[in-house]
């Protein structure tokens, strides 16, 4: 498994940008498709945005398409999530989430990812 540490969180005015950044602690991070997927109170954790592990093809939820641009840098084992034009109801808690072993296809699904990290916060006021 790859061990993950998100950071870049905090609280912004709507309108405004965050930038997540992800660490990943181990090699297997380059033939690892990655994600990111959030959860607000009392709602499940959702799909935002996921990124082949050649990094030529991403997917997008269809509430960020636009706003939010996936990225990663194999070398320095770090994925990013730029995140604009931010919205009240993007506030969340982000995770950050590997799947390994060359995927044959970016997957949407959260039980389909084995390796996530702690959680970085993403407050947006209104």
């Known amino acids: 498994q790859v061990q993950l540490v998100e950071s870049g969180g905090g609280l912004v005015q709507a309108g405004g940008s965050l930038r997540l950044s992800c660490a990943a602690s181990?090699?297997?991070?380059?033939?690892?498709?990655m994600g990111w997927f959030r959860q607000a109170p009392g709602k499940n954790r959702e799909f935002v945005a996921a990124?082949?592990?050649?990094?030529?093809?991403?997917n997008y939820a269809d509430s960020v398409k636009g706003r939010f641009t996936i990225s990663r840098d194999n070398a320095k084992l770090t994925v990013f999530l730029q995140m604009n034009s931010l919205k009240p109801e993007d506030t969340a808690v982000y995770y950050c989430?590997?799947?390994?072993?060359?995927?044959?296809?970016?997957?949407?699904?959260?039980?389909?990812?084995?390796?996530w990290g702690q959680g970085t916060q993403g407050t947006v006021s209104s």
């Open positions: 990124i082949r592990w050649s990094g030529g093809i991403t």
């Open positions: 989430a590997a799947r390994g072993g060359y995927p044959l296809t970016i997957v949407t699904n959260s039980a389909r990812y084995n390796s």
């Open positions: 181990l090699r297997t991070f380059s033939n690892s498709d």
